[in-house]
């Protein structure tokens, strides 16, 4: 085969060279702007839980494949164009915890529940990939819908061999001198380190107003400490379907820290910044997600997976004007639940619409009307042995209209064994006995309080989603990336690969796991 | 920038411009050797609970991260190199049943529930993979566990309106001319129809013993039918964990049509052979996966699971002759049961030597000791109502000898509550009652032998296994492959790209779906 050419072959090869050369070095750089985003006990189940709903609130029905497959009902995750999967067990478990999850995600290493930054001897410490991006010079923000010092966001900062030592945690927070935190509060800021002080010394800001922190968008600032105004429950935001306007979404939230990561002069660390702007990571962490699986609440957890999910969209929209130099991964640590698209009681169909009634999370309803009315009914009369009341549901009018109220649920629609279970779980939480040593307690409320668990429970399988726990469970755990190295994350692995791959993209040249 | 060239550019190009074309023919090229492995109810659960028990078995822990990752203990599936994940909506239902799944992965096409290879008016046929690809040459095996016309392998040969249509399935199973079917038996095969005498008549051998059919290794025959020596329940092959000796596995079954595949001369396809060699596809269903879960029953899930599996080997051992015509790809067609890897009434642990005392299936034990021993227990007296029975358990001997028998279960170590439980559900087995239209049954039952069902949900939350659902649920499901063209089948689809991308790597230029 010969061919003839009309053109200088020796230019054409040398051009060609080039090219290629050219070609090699840009996909060899580094991304610049790399966003990690952890979805707390989120899996398939979740994802699917939100856009079936996400189907229904947009006017289609979650039993139509036409509907559910329209890209506008779809979680900008699920249309991310690469997917992996990934193994979550931590050391010495099936089913890992947020700390040792959040250490092989930061630190690429397997640790065992309740350890953060450090090895199964709690005798290693190790750095995060959030370290070794700001000791390159890259900005680093760590957001986190739970408060600032809980495993997830923790495990990018702190070395401890309990997740409990909060302030412990807290005091290596302000070491950091990363550039960006915000979300929650603080757990045990003040002792024995103040840490509001601490931070101040260390040239933090911090603020905790809605209009302080947007303005952040025009005038971004360094070193700044971002508090969600309202603090729900246990120093987090409020669940996204709780949430007044004078809190800050996940989304606004992450536009902020995209602002000040991007807005400001380098960063504080001591290697060479990478390219010629500036660069950074991001750690998002939807962790109330988790919190909402933990009490078996479908609408409290799909409303934070909508939440998590519009925070990356503000990564998407970045990724826009970035393509060549972004890269977005969005994970989850494990699921959480046990949670299930489908429940023996209702078989093959699925009914979202049903959930459209609830108007608030579980904590909501216990800390508002739940309390209210179990402090104003008087008339209710606790039996001698604590368990069996005198009175019944059925003749507690109010309590029945909250019911109404609150979750769209009409005693009378509800079948004779909804209703025995209702009784029970009324019974228990009037008189304020809830044993969860006991093996059907323990499996009917798992410590939580008996008649709102029994509401989601019933809720939620009129809808058709099912749970059979209030702890995390070991099922495998989906990933989704976009941008450049997005690639890095199609396959099954595990999940101390996702901080190995994310190693390699903040330019760190050495195998993780890397000693302190 | 200049560079020195020491040989003849022309002649350099011209070669770089040939290896390049020959680089780009091989890769255009399709794979000669495709299959599809379909675990019907598989998804993450499914293969989380055979890891770990596979760890289990083999000595190591499920409770140890290092053993789970160890390779030995893993799946074959989740070793393979691409990763992607599907929905399985089918057109007017979150939750698919198999006859709509298995046309969205034959066809193309979303259909509604019950139909089989004709769209959602039941008034289009459409041509499967599996005829395009005889009709271009290829030749065509069909296995599966469960009857060969059941809806998952009737979906690649035929269109019927309604799934139960059996012997007009058959008769269309006949008529295609494929070279191997293999599995179970045939439903309803005598009337109107009798597919016996048709198949004769066109040229088939059915053959039903293990040596004749294992014999087709070393002999290979065109158009063959093998059924499994025994039929345990609804013409299907046994469960794994209940097969004897004289069966084969569902990997022996694979083994055999890929000689017969192989082994014979081109297919009597009207289109044109592809390639020099003979080439085919292959269909391999484990169906029975999900029959176990509808009764949750883990061990009969996992048994079946790790036999499906053994048969994705089969083809892996084939690949590493045929490495580059060779393509494997694995799915599900739904989730089933709303299996989850964790409980409330374990929490965090995991206990899967539990279910090692499982000695045989849900089917296994209801049609042996447990009509035996009800039949025999005269000394039983249901009251009045049916419901509640004079006799307790606990009174039962025999049964609780049984019970520690037959799944390991020893009465003395249950607590109160799981005692209850066994108790209502005994009462209602030996009385013959169970009304699942009473919602309390149907939860707790679903229609399956109470006692029966009772146990094994107790054994699995033992062992950490959690149930919600008796039927299929909505969850997206994993893909796995490998091989040839593989890559196509990375990322976040619909279960009818499935087929688009398998017609296009079979080499049909058309866009699915195809009419007939």
């Known amino acids: 085969m010969k061919m003839k050419l009309k053109r200088n072959p020796a230019m054409m090869i040398t051009t060609a060279l080039m090219m290629l050369f050219l070609a090699t070095s840009a996909m060899a750089k580094e991304p610049k702007y790399v966003f990690f985003f952890l979805g707390d006990g989120m899996a398939n189940s979740q994802i699917q839980a939100a856009e079936a709903y996400l189907t229904t609130i947009n006017g289609g029905s979650a039993e139509n494949a036409e509907d559910l497959l329209n890209k506008d ?3 900008n995750m699920t249309q991310m164009p690469v997917v992996g999967m990934q193994t979550t067990y931590d050391a010495f478990a099936l089913m890992t915890d947020s700390a040792s999850s959040a250490t092989a995600f930061a630190g690429g290493i397997k640790t065992m529940s309740g350890v953060i930054g450090m090895d199964n001897t709690k005798t290693i410490s190790y750095k995060s990939i959030a370290q070794l991006a700001h000791e390159r010079g890259m900005k680093v923000g760590v957001i986190s819908s739970v408060p600032l010092n809980h495993a997830t966001p923790a495990a990018y900062y702190a070395s401890v061999p309990n997740r409990g030592l909060y302030n412990d945690i807290a005091t290596q927070m302000v070491e950091t001198g990363y550039e960006f935190f915000g979300g929650g509060g603080l757990l045990s800021p003040e002792s024995p380190n103040n840490i509001w002080e601490m931070l101040d010394n260390a040239g933090y800001t911090v603020l905790n107003e809605r209009n302080e922190i947007m303005e952040l968008k025009n005038n971004p600032m360094d070193k700044v400490v971002c508090i969600n105004p309202w603090l729900q429950d246990g120093g987090a935001m409020p669940y996204a379907i709780d949430r007044p306007e004078t809190n800050l979404s996940l989304a606004e939230m992450t536009e902020v820290a995209i602002a000040v ?55 998407l929209e970045f990724y826009k004007k970035y393509p060549n130099d972004t890269l977005i991964v969005v994970t989850g640590d494990h699921e959480t639940g046990g949670m299930t698209i489908g429940h023996a009681t209702t078989g093959y169909r699925a009914y979202y619409d049903r959930l459209l009634g609830q108007k608030n999370s579980f904590v909501y309803f216990g800390q508002q009307q739940w309390t209210d009315h179990k402090n104003a009914y008087s008339e209710f009369v606790c039996a001698n042995n604590g368990w069996k009341a005198d009175n019944n549901i059925e003749n507690d009018g109010i309590m029945l209209g909250l019911m109404k109220e609150a979750f769209g649920m009409e005693w009378t629609e509800l079948n004779d064994y909804q209703k025995e279970k209702l009784e029970d779980a009324y019974d228990k939480s009037m008189c304020g006995v809830n044993d969860n040593s006991d093996a059907e307690n323990k499996l009917l409320y798992g410590g939580y309080n008996p ?21 995390h469970t070991g ?22 690969d996702i901080a190995k791959q994310l190693a390699k993209s903040i330019g760190v040249r050495e195998e993780l796991p890397i000693a302190k």
């Open 475 to 496: 099922v495998p755990v989906p990933v989704f990336a976009q941008g450049k190295d997005a690639d890095r994350f199609a396959g099954f692995y595990d999940n101390t």
């Open 261 to 315: 990561l991007q807005g400001t002069k380098p960063g504080n660390g001591k290697g060479k910044a990478l390219g010629t702007g500036n660069s950074f990571f991001l750690m998002v962490e939807g962790g109330k997600i988790d919190w909402a699986c933990h009490a078996n609440d479908a609408m409290a957890t799909i409303g934070d997976m909508l939440d998590f999910d519009n925070a990356v969209s503000a990564a």
């Open 73 to 75: 009902n779809r979680l």
């Open 451 to 471: 008649i709102i668990v029994t509401i989601t429970h019933i809720l939620n399988e009129q809808a058709s989603i099912g749970w059979t726990s209030y702890a």
